[in-house]
């Protein structure tokens, strides 16, 4: 049986480790650097206590994984997931790596993640679990040495439980945790900036191979921070968002979805998107068949597989907002199909490029416009893009490998000059 929600039964670890294969034989990587990179720096593992509302002790499984920190601190999002086991937790902390490297910014890789559905929690517990999280695992944490972020399951509001966690045994540092609200030091821009960095790609994609965005037909799996801003911005350049889904259901409309009241009924009032009004009910897994031009998984990993969907997914582009959404073998199916994979740690990276512009802006406690940021978010997703799409012509190689190439010899020769005695 498969796991719910169509994911594969492939770990995180395993297609990140995959991926990478295929780029390290390409830039014929030393051995040694291999074995460095498929294992982390260090893995800390906790169980978090909790007091419940009921009186009992609930007892969760936490990590904070980080995978490599050549380049600068670790960087990375804290997930609040029943499936955030070591497996998933490492692929995402190493995926993290490759991305900060892509992204030219100055920091490596980590992931953090709580085996725990927040959906089962009061707002009292899920305070409880955070607070009780970092107190585990803050001798590992800090502003130059690792800096947690919102990932799925988290928010602002998380973000501001870990400061001030943080910040009762270190004193007030806002560097330690970005994703914050702005009132307590974040950036203007943060919340949405993953989103709207997705839709930087892919305007920067459909210039480039005349898939215009505007009335074409995107269906987005996943309506949380990433699918829902993404949404937002794709309806504001004229694409039709066909069908959206969350974990209760998913909706279809092809005359295109009224977005801004959908993004306020699922996203700021935190209703499931199918008791929405507008659009038909469908199950989840029928999503995936639906004729579009961009399909945009948004949500899980794995959820693009050999065993329930890639043979009839019907679109020109595949764009990985998520982590890791597409399996290896799913990935050459769609190659054969002449599917286009545009890769996660290019396409989802405008979250933790922000995140940098909060750290640099709390370290000097100097806050940027919304202008600024971005200004500043465009030219490094353009750049990045661009950088990759060289690559992809020079070689003949997949978006993916091409990313992985860049990323992987920018970290390389980060550790070649750090030197091994
Ligand atoms: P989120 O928790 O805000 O939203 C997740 C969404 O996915 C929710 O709408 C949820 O209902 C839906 N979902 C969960 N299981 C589902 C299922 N089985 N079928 C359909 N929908 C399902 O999370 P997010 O922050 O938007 O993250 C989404 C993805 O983007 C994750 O893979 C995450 O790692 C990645 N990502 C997030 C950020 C960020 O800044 N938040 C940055 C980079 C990458």
């Given at each position: 049986m498969p796991p719910p929600g169509n994911r594969s039964s492939m770990s995180t670890r395993a297609i990140v480790?995959?991926?990478?294969?295929?780029?390290?034989?390409?830039?014929?990587?030393?051995?040694?650097?291999?074995?460095?990179?498929?294992?982390?720096?260090?893995?800390v593992a906790v169980e978090v206590p909790v007091r419940l509302d009921n009186g009992d002790i609930g007892v969760f499984r936490g990590y904070r994984i980080q995978h490599n920190g050549a380049r600068g601190p670790c960087k990375g999002g804290v997930r609040y997931h029943p499936d955030a086991d070591e497996q998933e937790v490492l692929g995402l902390a190493t995926t993290m790596t490759w991305k900060t490297a892509l992204l030219d910014i100055p920091f490596g890789g980590a992931k953090g993640g709580?085996?725990?559905?927040?959906?089962?929690?009061?707002?009292?517990?899920?305070?409880?679990?955070t607070r009780s999280f970092i107190n585990r695992i803050a001798i590992v944490l800090g502003p130059y040495r690792d800096i947690p972020a919102p990932d799925m399951g988290t928010n602002q509001q998380v973000m501001a439980w870990m400061l001030d966690e943080f910040s009762k045994r270190r004193g007030y540092t806002p560097a330690s945790v970005t994703g914050k609200p702005v009132s307590l030091g974040g950036s203007l821009g943060r919340e949405e900036a993953t989103g709207r960095g997705v839709s930087?790609?892919?305007?920067?994609y459909a210039q480039d191979f005349g898939i215009p965005l505007e009335g074409g037909r995107a269906v987005i799996q996943g309506f949380g921070n990433v699918?829902?801003?993404?949404?937002?911005?794709?309806?504001e350049m004229g694409t039709k968002v066909i069908a959206v889904s969350d974990i209760d259901g998913a909706l279809y409309n092809d005359r295109g979805l009224d977005v801004p009241a959908l993004f306020r009924h699922a996203y700021r009032d935190r209703r499931p998107v199918p008791e929405f009004s507008d659009g038909d009910r469908i199950e989840n897994q029928q999503l995936w068949d639906i004729p579009c031009d961009w399909l945009i998984p948004a949500a899980l990993g794995g959820v693009i597989n050999k065993e329930q969907n890639v043979h009839t997914v019907n679109c020109k582009v595949v764009v990985e907002a998520a982590n890791s959404p597409v399996t290896p073998i799913a990935d050459?199916?769609?190659?054969?199909?002449?599917?286009?994979?545009?890769?996660?740690?290019?396409?989802n990276a405008g979250g933790v490029v922000v995140s940098y512009f909060e750290w640099v802006q709390n370290l000097q406690q100097h806050p940027w416009s919304l202008d600024q940021v971005n200004?500043?978010?465009l030219v490094r997703m353009q750049r990045s893009y661009r950088n990759v799409r060289d690559i992809v012509k020079e070689r003949e190689v997949t978006w993916r490998t091409a990313a992985y190439m860049i990323a992987l010899d920018r970290v390389a020769e980060a550790e070649r000059l750090r030197g091994h005695r």
């Open positions: 480790k995959s991926q990478f294969e295929v780029a390290a034989d390409l830039i014929e990587l030393e051995d040694h650097l291999r074995r460095i990179f498929l294992m982390p720096f260090r893995t709580v085996q725990v559905d927040p959906r089962s929690l009061s707002e009292r517990e899920y305070e409880a679990v930087y790609v892919m305007q920067e699918g829902a801003h993404l949404a937002t911005f794709l309806h050459k199916i769609l190659e054969e199909r002449g599917i286009v994979v545009l890769p996660d740690f290019l396409v200004r500043e978010l």
